[in-house]
């Protein structure tokens, strides 16, 4: 059974801190991940990609990835109460790009 | 505005009824996904078209169908509901080549209830 994990908190931070949210994966072939964010009541949308071990940085979102110990991060700066949402790691698995598993979720609450 | 158009948006079923889930994109993307959402299962996938004609099962699809109808349009079937198919559905699209590592569109859901 392929498997994507994540605490699902919920994960509380402070206005202005660095909250980090985790994910691991089971499926070793895995080539691409990505990073959703869901408020309550909507669909997810998509905040960041990644592909190569290492980080990735748009705006206040990195994402960190490495595939040696099937670990994927999302390190968001500068945390708003705007980002409070559920986060959901997605990982395409079985070397067949086309389709996506997604873990359960991380709840973020950014206190003001 | 360019998306994925889900409907309906709302609906309420009762046991053994049957419906059909809407889903249409005009992005020309070729892949298309139908996924539920439950509380604490997260988004689990029910069935998947990688391309016009073609479609698959996914994690869940029991109780379910799906037509490709063209490139644009994807459709659920829920030909006798159960109570246990009350969830919210959404339904996705993607790219392809350059475009697949764009991550799933997903359309605004469709909550349904099964009572």
């Known amino acids: 059974q392929k498997e994507v994990e994540q605490n699902s908190g919920p994960l509380s931070v402070p206005e202005g801190a660095i909250a980090s949210l985790n994910c691991t994966y089971s499926?070793?072939?895995?080539?691409?991940f990505f990073w959703y964010r869901q408020y309550s009541g909507k669909s997810p949308e998509l905040i960041m990609s990644?592909?190569?071990?290492g980080d990735k940085e748009d705006g206040r979102f990195t994402a960190q990835l490495n595939k040696a110990s099937q670990y994927v991060s999302l390190l968001i700066r500068d945390s708003q109460p705007s980002d409070s949402a559920t986060y959901l790691c997605?990982?395409?698995?079985?070397?067949?790009?086309?389709?996506?598993?997604f873990g359960t979720g991380t709840l973020l609450a950014v206190q003001p | 505005n360019a998306g994925v158009t889900q409907t309906p948006k709302f609906q309420v079923l009762k046991t053994g009824q049957s419906m059909t889930l809407q889903c249409a994109q005009d992005?020309?993307?070729?892949?298309m996904y139908w996924y539920r959402q439950d509380p604490g299962m997260g988004l689990r996938l029910i069935y998947y078209?990688?391309?016009?004609?073609?479609?698959d099962k996914g994690e869940v699809p029991n109780g379910y169908n799906v037509s490709r109808l063209n490139k644009r349009e994807f459709s659920l079937r829920l030909e006798s509901a159960a109570p246990s198919q009350t969830s919210v559905y959404f339904c996705?699209?993607?790219?392809?080549?350059?475009?697949?590592?764009?991550?799933?569109?997903f359309g605004s859901g469709t909550r349904l209830t099964v009572v």
């Open positions: 997605a990982v395409t698995y079985g070397g067949a790009t086309n389709k996506l598993i």
């Open positions: 992005m020309n993307h070729n892949s």
């Open positions: 499926d070793r072939v895995s080539q691409s």
């Open positions: 996705a699209s993607r790219g392809q080549g350059a475009l697949l590592n764009s991550g799933y569109t």
């Open positions: 078209s990688a391309s016009e004609g073609t479609t």
């Open positions: 990644i592909y190569s071990n």
